[in-house]
C-alpha cells in the first residue's frame, strides 16, 4: 500500500499563490491532494490563473486580491475567501522575500528598508496566522499552519533586513506552537535557500550558486511546494515548532563570499551590478 498525502476536507488558504514561484507550486500541490484552495496575490491575473488552472484540474479554488502590506486589508481578505469557498483549516504565508532594491551593506543600510522587509516578511504573518487561528479556535477545529521561511534567518550578507524578519518569523512559529497546540494547531516553516522562481533573476546559464550546491542545482518552486505539503498532512501530525531547511545540502556555504565580496549564491543581475559584481 503506498503512502498518500491527502488534504481532503480542507480548506487551505495560501497568502502568495500566485505568479508562477513557490505559491504557485503549494496551490498546485494542495489543491492535487484534495484540498480546496484558497488564495491572496496582489495581482488579480494572479489569482484568476490559480483559480483556473486548479479547477481545470477538478479541484476547487477561490482568490481574492490584496496588498499584505495594507496589514487591515488580511482580515477581510480572509473573510472574502471563506464566503466563497468556507473557513479555512489551514495556512501557507509564501508571500516575502527581498527585492533588489533593498539588499545593502550593513554598514549602509537604510531603516526604511529594514522596515518594509519586516513588513512584508513578518508583520503580515503575524495578522494573518491569528486571525485564522482564532477561528479555528471558535470552530473547535484543528488546522496547520506553514510559513515560507529563507536560510538568511542564520544570517546572510546584505539581506540583514529580511535575514531579520526571517529569523523573527522563525521565533514566531515556535511560539505559535506552543500556545496553540493544545486547540490542534500545529505550525511549522519551511526555510529554503536559492530557488529559481519568476523573481529570481536568474540566467539560464550554470552559475556559481548551483555549483557550491551539493544537490547540484538550484531549487524550483516544488522542492519547496512538496515539504509543505507534507507539514500540512496528516504524516506530519507531531510535527510542530520546527522549521525544515530545505537547501539541497547547501548549509553555511550559501553565505560564502565570491571575488567581488559578494555571497556566492547571488545571481540575480541587478543585485550584482548595485554591488559591482
Same mark, same amino acid.
Not at 40 to 51: F, K, P, Q, S
Not at 173 to 196: D, F, L
Given at each position: 500500500m503506498g503512502v498518500e498525502l491527502s488534504l481532503h476536507d480542507r480548506v487551505v488558504v495560501v497568502v502568495g499563490g500566485g505568479g508562477g514561484g513557490i505559491g504557485t507550486a503549494v496551490c498546485d500541490r494542495v489543491a492535487e491532494a484534495g484540498a480546496q484552495v484558497a488564495t491572496i496575490t496582489n495581482r488579480?491575473?494572479?489569482?484568476? $490563473?490559480?483559480?483556473?488552472?486548479?479547477? $481545470?484540474?477538478?479541484?476547487?479554488?477561490? /482568490?481574492?486580491?490584496?496588498d499584505v502590506t495594507d496589514l487591515d486589508a488580511i482580515g477581510p481578505a480572509i473573510d472574502r475567501l471563506a464566503e466563497q469557498i468556507g473557513p479555512a483549516t489551514d495556512l501557507v504565508t509564501v508571500v516575502g522575500g527581498a527585492p533588489p532594491e533593498h539588499w545593502h551593506r550593513l554598514l549602509d543600510y537604510p531603516l526604511q528598508s529594514f522596515d518594509h522587509l519586516l513588513t512584508t516578511n513578518l508583520r503580515y504573518v503575524f495578522v494573518a496566522a491569528q486571525i485564522v487561528a482564532r477561528s479555528l479556535v471558535e470552530r473547535d477545529q484543528d488546522g496547520a499552519m506553514v510559513h515560507i521561511s529563507s536560510i538568511a534567518a542564520r544570517g546572510h550578507p546584505l539581506l540583514a533586513g529580511y535575514g531579520a524578519a526571517k529569523a523573527g518569523l522563525e521565533s @514566531?512559529?515556535?511560539?505559535?506552537?506552543? $500556545?496553540?497546540?493544545?486547540? +490542534?494547531?500545529?505550525?511549522? /516553516?519551511?526555510? %529554503?535557500?536559492?530557488?529559481?522562481?519568476?523573481?529570481?533573476?536568474?540566467?539560464?546559464?550554470?552559475? /556559481?550558486?548551483?555549483? &557550491? *550546491? %551539493?544537490?547540484?542545482?538550484?531549487?524550483? %518552486?516544488?522542492? *519547496?511546494?512538496?515539504?509543505? #505539503?507534507? #507539514? #500540512?498532512? $496528516?504524516? /506530519?501530525?507531531? *510535527?510542530? +515548532?520546527?522549521? @525544515?531547511?530545505?537547501?539541497?545540502? &547547501?548549509?553555511?556555504?550559501?553565505?560564502? #563570499?565570491?571575488?567581488?565580496?559578494?555571497?556566492?549564491?547571488?545571481?540575480? %543581475?541587478? *543585485?550584482?551590478?548595485?554591488f559591482g559584481g
Amino acid at each position: 500500500m503506498g503512502v498518500e498525502l491527502s488534504l481532503h476536507d480542507r480548506v487551505v488558504v495560501v497568502v502568495g499563490g500566485g505568479g508562477g514561484g513557490i505559491g504557485t507550486a503549494v496551490c498546485d500541490r494542495v489543491a492535487e491532494a484534495g484540498a480546496q484552495v484558497a488564495t491572496i496575490t496582489n495581482r488579480d491575473d494572479h489569482g484568476a $490563473e490559480t483559480v483556473a488552472r486548479v479547477n $481545470e484540474r477538478g479541484g476547487r479554488a477561490a /482568490a481574492v486580491t490584496a496588498d499584505v502590506t495594507d496589514l487591515d486589508a488580511i482580515g477581510p481578505a480572509i473573510d472574502r475567501l471563506a464566503e466563497q469557498i468556507g473557513p479555512a483549516t489551514d495556512l501557507v504565508t509564501v508571500v516575502g522575500g527581498a527585492p533588489p532594491e533593498h539588499w545593502h551593506r550593513l554598514l549602509d543600510y537604510p531603516l526604511q528598508s529594514f522596515d518594509h522587509l519586516l513588513t512584508t516578511n513578518l508583520r503580515y504573518v503575524f495578522v494573518a496566522a491569528q486571525i485564522v487561528a482564532r477561528s479555528l479556535v471558535e470552530r473547535d477545529q484543528d488546522g496547520a499552519m506553514v510559513h515560507i521561511s529563507s536560510i538568511a534567518a542564520r544570517g546572510h550578507p546584505l539581506l540583514a533586513g529580511y535575514g531579520a524578519a526571517k529569523a523573527g518569523l522563525e521565533s @514566531l512559529t515556535r511560539t505559535m506552537a506552543a $500556545e496553540w497546540g493544545r486547540h +490542534g494547531i500545529r505550525v511549522n /516553516a519551511v526555510a %529554503p535557500s536559492t530557488v529559481n522562481t519568476p523573481r529570481s533573476g536568474r540566467t539560464e546559464t550554470v552559475d /556559481a550558486a548551483s555549483a &557550491a *550546491i %551539493p544537490a547540484g542545482r538550484r531549487g524550483v %518552486p516544488d522542492d *519547496i511546494a512538496m515539504a509543505t #505539503l507534507f #507539514l #500540512l498532512s $496528516e504524516h /506530519a501530525s507531531y *510535527i510542530s +515548532g520546527q522549521t @525544515l531547511v530545505v537547501d539541497g545540502g &547547501a548549509g553555511a556555504r550559501s553565505a560564502a #563570499l565570491d571575488e567581488h565580496d559578494l555571497p556566492a549564491a547571488v545571481t540575480n %543581475p541587478a *543585485i550584482r551590478r548595485r554591488f559591482g559584481g
